[in-house]
């Protein structure tokens, strides 16, 4: 049955309307039609997760299954999570209101190797025991895991989830959907339905597998697969329609995918090595899928989704046809991606206008070697063409990320990112313009599972070494911006990314002592000390500690000693990584009399690692080959513009490199100009009721310009660098209140019916958001908000200890014969003033009275001035009024406007 959340989703806590579930393009399917019951929880705030795109998808193509329903719970705040803990009240999911313990599975989205902290959280809230053994005594839902830390190294997480998805999931989760409802109507126990689910391509279930004292897994039965098979999807646009919430998230726009996986190369990356082969969407698709988006949700901005947007070769033609079909919309486009060799003007045109967002590149690396060594496959002309094609097209700030810490890199590369960033300014100057900015976000190498890289190592000491160097290189120029990561968060996400099953005790500890994700950005103290002290009381501070020093349990002797720690091995061009650092030359590495490039023997990369079960696509041989390669700065073509390099994936299994050959790029119309044009003005008045009393100002303002769009309705714009449409709401109501006689005012480019602009409005609001008048203003009338003059509130008030209705009436008549009744006021700029607010209560009538032995609550009617110049009286010195005449305290349960007093 549905919680009782009313009581808990109030609005003195942060964002309630994070957890109404009443998005527009929410899906309601009614609970007794389903038989298999999903909840999408992802372990993040709302924020972040009702914006992310795969989670959007899935949660679509759940909903399309016939007998299958999904919703969805997001990681509450502390507030809420507080009230929940105090009150009992298990999770629930947000559509439903239901305990997310009613469900029959639960899928978390695992991304981040630091994430599993969050999950914990969440199934401790929901009363769901944590880990699959604990889960075996009782009914619980199934829990599983999807999303790219999950794919790569599920295995410190492997306690803690019944299954995981690998790979992509618009086809997995639709399987595993079936097999569940199957299972269910024939009766199988939890081990039986999780042993189907074991032999469904791309379903990992650790309990069947065991690991071994070298850390490779290994199955324990023989009706599952030794390895298992990462699931490959093709891109499906439709689905990428959906959810719109009432709030703002992180990425507050339509998202559409153009392009899945990434052929580029880049050895330190891993989802481009886990999302095999490339997959172009076909450009029809794209298109329709965007007009079709933007019509249905009313965002003012959509971005092209890929690893690499420009590698999508259609991205000009494309977005050159969206910005010239919707040129009148002021429409925005976001490339969340892109290769800087390839930006050009037709790119620039379709990203810039009067809204011009940000740019983005990732160079990665400052000097031509050690973008070879990396296979980046940028050139130093590449990179200036692309940055001077910005700046010449108007953008005056640029944001570069770059890596440190990488295989073979001397202190002579790390001060090539300060060469590079001042010979970028140098190039693009000249007078009468400013110069160009740059904000830089340099990261610490962190080697990721299935990478070329995966190998390499380096210690935390040597990264704060080369931060430093870089810090006093970089104070010598202007104009740039610099923000190191953290080399504690690098070192446990290293820790825990290349860790095996020994790990689920650190990260249940871990959490225990307070260590979310969030944590790492409010107190980075807090939440190292937390995973410190998780590490030591796990036993395992030695393993940590080979991170720290740049070394790994690769390199561990059976006594639990490691080897070597000297000086890194001077090679060819630079340094050898780390990973050779701690076996001496007789014993583990072939070094020629000539300057040549060192070799691990192969024992040293051959040695089994915690992921070896995991087949995606990619051969480890190949693997290891491109990182002498990578030593030899040797470089690999893209496998989808040029010849095969071999890597394995492209199979029956996961296909094969998809690249659909450009379009003609249409004529670029021109950027957006605001039709400041007023050919209309109407007054709506409308009420905010029910769950849109929880909405802020803010976000009712959004929820108005997005169906304004939604139905095509000719809103005028403002002019200036940053046009808004002409919408003014005459005062913003408190949160949490509810009204009855708001007003807005919109303005139009063209004159319609008062009828027809009533009932198209209407159609695109939550029936919470009525309207009840609309009248047409001459066009030059002043705004509502500069002729308002008073306002009328209903409040109920409850007294400190009950009160009967004469009671009630006497604080009324006292306060009525009162001329003066001062109160102290701080204004805006700190000063403190004496007001009367006696002169500012127009009206104060007792409505309705209740009482009994435990409570007295009364409604009160007041009339009191509101004007925009500030002179007003509040809700709450309503209460202030009747502490001073009956000498108790009271409470404010809830305020509703009644109407906004115009002067005539």
Not at 71 to 89: F, I, N, S, V
Request: proline letters at 5%.
């Amino acid at each position: 049955m549905a919680v009782a959340v009313e009581k808990l989703i109030t609005s003195d806590i942060l964002k309630p309307a994070r957890y109404l579930g009443n998005e527009l393009l929410a899906v309601h399917k009614p609970w007794h039609t389903a038989v298999i019951r999903w909840v999408l929880t992802y372990p993040e705030v709302y924020e972040v997760g009702a914006s992310n795109l795969g989670h959007i998808i899935l949660y679509n193509i759940l909903n399309a299954q016939p007998r299958q329903l999904c919703d969805r719970a997001y990681l509450p705040g502390q507030d809420l999570a507080a009230k929940l803990r105090a009150t009992k009240t298990p999770l629930f999911a947000v559509e439903s209101k239901r305990s997310l313990i009613e469900f029959d599975i639960l899928g978390f989205s695992l991304s981040y190797e630091l994430g599993a902290t969050n999950i914990l959280e969440m199934l401790d809230l929901a009363g769901i025991p944590l880990t699959w053994r604990e889960r075996m005594v009782g009914n619980y839902p199934l829990i599983f895991a999807g999303g790219q830390t999950a794919t790569s190294n599920p295995e410190p997480y492997a306690d803690f989830f019944d299954f995981f998805a690998l790979g992509d999931g618009e086809e997995l989760l639709a399987e595993i959907g079936l097999v569940l409802e199957e299972g269910k109507q024939a009766g199988l126990s939890r081990q039986e339905l999780l042993l189907d689910l074991g032999q469904v391509p791309g379903v990992y279930v650790p309990q069947f597998y065991d690991m071994a004292a070298d850390g490779s897994v290994h199955p324990n039965c023989p009706n599952v697969p030794k390895r298992i098979l990462r699931r490959v999807a093709t891109p499906m646009p439709a689905y990428s329609i959906g959810l719109v919430p009432h709030v703002q998230t992180v990425h507050d726009r339509l998202t559409i995918e153009i392009r899945r996986g990434c052929t580029r190369g880049c050895r330190f990356c891993q989802p481009g090595m886990l999302t095999r082969p490339a997959r172009d969407v076909e450009p029809e698709q794209v298109v329709a899928a965007i007009e079709q988006g933007m019509r249905e949700t009313g965002y003012n901005e959509f971005s092209l989704l890929s690893l690499s947007c420009s590698d999508y070769l259609s991205l000009p033609a494309v977005g050159v046809e969206i910005k010239n079909r919707l040129k009148n919309e002021n429409i925005t486009l976001s490339l969340p991606s892109q290769r800087v060799d390839r930006f050009d003007e037709n790119i620039a045109n379709i990203l810039g206008g009067i809204r011009q967002g940000g740019l983005t590149f990732a160079p990665e690396a400052g000097t031509q070697r050690m973008r070879d060594i990396v296979n980046k496959g940028l050139t130093n002309e590449e990179l200036l063409r692309g940055v001077k094609t910005a700046w010449q097209q108007g953008w005056d700030k640029i944001k570069l990320y770059f890596m440190i810490g990488l295989p073979g890199e001397t202190d002579a590369d790390v001060l090539g990112i300060v060469e590079t960033v001042s010979w970028l300014q140098r190039e693009c100057r000249s007078k009468g313009r400013k110069s160009l900015s740059f904000n830089l976000t340099i990261s610490n190498f962190t080697p990721k599972p299935h990478t070329p890289f995966q190998w390499h190592s380096v210690s935390t000491a040597e990264f704060k070494r080369k931060q430093q160097l870089l810090r006093q290189e970089f104070r010598r120029l202007k104009g740039v911006k610099v923000n190191f990561t953290d080399v504690r968060i690098s070192a446990m996400e290293d820790f825990i990314g290349r860790g095996d099953r020994t790990l689920a005790q650190v990260l249940r500890r871990a959490w225990e002592l307070g260590a979310g994700m969030d944590s790492w950005f409010d107190n980075i103290e807090k939440a190292y000390n937390a995973w410190g002290n998780a590490i030591a009381e796990a036993g395992l501070t030695w393993k940590y500690r080979q991170v720290e020093n740049g070394e790994w349990n690769l390199f561990q002797k059976e006594d639990g000693e490691t080897r070597g720690g000297g000086d890194t091995e001077r090679w060819g061009h630079g340094e050898v990584g780390n990973i050779f650092n701690n076996f001496s030359a007789s014993e583990h590495l072939i070094i020629s009399a000539s300057n040549e490039t060192p070799s691990p023997t192969q024992y040293s990369l051959d040695k089994p690692l915690p992921w070896d079960h995991l087949d995606t696509g990619i051969d480890k041989k190949w693997l290891k080959e491109d990182l002498k390669r990578a030593l030899e700065a040797a470089t690999v073509p893209d496998c989808s513009f040029d010849g095969c390099s071999h890597c394995g994936v492209c199979s029956t299994d996961f296909g094969h490199n998809i690249v659909i050959p450009p379009l003609p790029i249409p004529e670029f119309t021109g950027h957006f100009v605001p039709n400041t044009t007023k050919a209309q003005r109407l007054r709506v008045w409308f009420g905010k009721l029910g769950d849109m009393a929880l909405l802020s100002h803010l976000d009712l303002m959004r929820l108005f310009d997005r169906a304004i769009r939604r139905v095509g309705l000719p809103i005028a714009f403002t002019g200036g660098y940053h046009p808004t449409p002409r919408i003014s709401v005459a005062w913003a109501l408190p949160l949490g209140a509810t009204s009855s006689g708001e007003i807005v005012d919109f303005e139009l480019t063209q004159s319609l019916d008062v009828n027809t602009f009533r009932q198209t409005l209407a159609q695109a609001l939550p029936n919470d958001i009525p309207i009840y008048e609309v009248a047409q203003l001459d066009l030059k009338a002043p705004a509502a908000t500069q002729v308002l003059d008073a306002a009328e509130y209903l409040l109920t008030v409850a007294p400190q200890t009950p009160a009967t209705s004469s009671q009630w009436q006497d604080w009324i008549d006292t306060i009525e014969q009162k001329n003066e009744i001062w109160s102290e006021q701080t204004t805006k700029s700190g000063k403190t003033q004496l007001i009367n607010l006696r002169d500012r209560l127009f009206e104060l009538e007792l409505m309705q009275t209740t009482s009994n032995s435990l409570e007295s609550v009364a409604i009160l009617r007041y009339l009191g001035s509101c004007r925009h110049d500030g002179i007003l009286l509040r809700p709450e010195q309503i209460l202030f009024m009747l502490e001073q005449v009956a000498g108790l305290e009271f409470q404010l349960l809830h305020i509703h406007r009644n109407r906004l007093v115009l002067r005539n």
